[in-house]
């Protein structure tokens, strides 16, 4: 799944917090190699956060979907990082503030975060907003990109739009896949 298309200006004047909604599991590394991609492309320092125990596996598995890691690691533009996982959603954002920081000193245009999947059920929704509401309160305004992972494979397209709506409020888009390629509908301006 190719998202460069989609995300238009990302990172070279406007520093989005987007949603993308994923249709299957085998769909989740080539959309995070296409955004790590674009991000390489436009002077991003770049942060892969796995769950703990996965950094390795996702690792290899950008490598083979065509991102070349190993030399954007040699580089110190790409962090495969495994943190721990927060029950705090402010101080699991808060976190990272620092660090972008320290990349826009070295001379990044920006900083490329995302994640791991997420599976978006209907439980799962307010769960999960207080995270992206938290991530939003601390990387709004400034040189970030952020991409937050979705897998809504159980979805009609009701239950989809619906999921959609509740994210909506807290990203500036949400990147959908549409029958010609990935589509970027922006929530905020």
Same mark, same amino acid.
């Given at each position: 799944?190719?998202?460069?298309?989609?995300?238009?200006?990302? =990172?070279?004047?406007?520093?989005?917090?987007?949603?993308?909604?994923?249709?299957?599991?085998?769909?989740?590394?080539?959309?995070?190699?296409?955004?790590?991609?674009?991000?390489?492309?436009?002077?991003?320092?770049?942060?892969?956060?796995?769950?703990?125990?996965?950094?390795?596996?996702?690792?290899?598995?950008?490598?083979?979907?065509?991102?070349? &890691?190993?030399?954007?690691?040699?580089?110190?533009?790409?962090?495969?990082?495994?943190?721990?996982?927060?029950?705090?959603?402010?101080?699991?954002?808060?976190?990272? &503030?620092?660090?972008?920081?320290?990349?826009?000193?070295?001379?990044?245009?920006?900083?490329?975060?995302?994640?791991?999947?997420?599976?978006?059920?209907?439980?799962? $929704?307010?769960? $999960?907003?207080?995270?992206?509401?938290?991530?939003?309160?601390?990387?709004?305004?400034?040189?970030?990109?952020?991409?937050? $992972?979705?897998?809504?494979?159980?979805?009609?397209?009701? &239950?989809?739009?619906?999921?959609?709506?509740?994210?909506?409020?807290?990203?500036? =888009?949400? &990147?959908?896949?549409?029958?010609?390629?990935?589509?970027?509908?922006?929530?905020?301006?």
């Amino acid at each position: 799944m190719d998202v460069s298309a989609a995300l238009g200006d990302a =990172g070279a004047g406007w520093c989005p917090h987007l949603a993308i909604l994923v249709p299957e599991p085998a769909e989740v590394i080539p959309a995070l190699a296409s955004f790590y991609g674009l991000g390489a492309r436009r002077n991003g320092w770049l942060v892969h956060r796995s769950q703990p125990g996965r950094g390795d596996a996702d690792r290899a598995a950008l490598a083979a979907a065509g991102l070349d &890691v190993e030399a954007l690691e040699a580089a110190d533009r790409l962090v495969i990082a495994e943190p721990p996982l927060e029950t705090d959603p402010e101080a699991w954002a808060l976190r990272w &503030v620092p660090l972008l920081e320290r990349a826009l000193a070295r001379g990044f245009e920006a900083a490329w975060f995302s994640r791991y999947p997420i599976r978006l059920t209907e439980s799962r $929704v307010t769960a $999960v907003s207080a995270y992206d509401r938290a991530w939003d309160d601390a990387f709004h305004g400034r040189p970030a990109v952020s991409l937050c $992972v979705y897998i809504v494979e159980d979805a009609d397209a009701h &239950v989809r739009d619906r999921r959609m709506a509740a994210l909506a409020p807290m990203h500036d =888009g949400v &990147v959908v896949p549409g029958a010609a390629g990935t589509e970027l509908i922006r929530t905020r301006r």
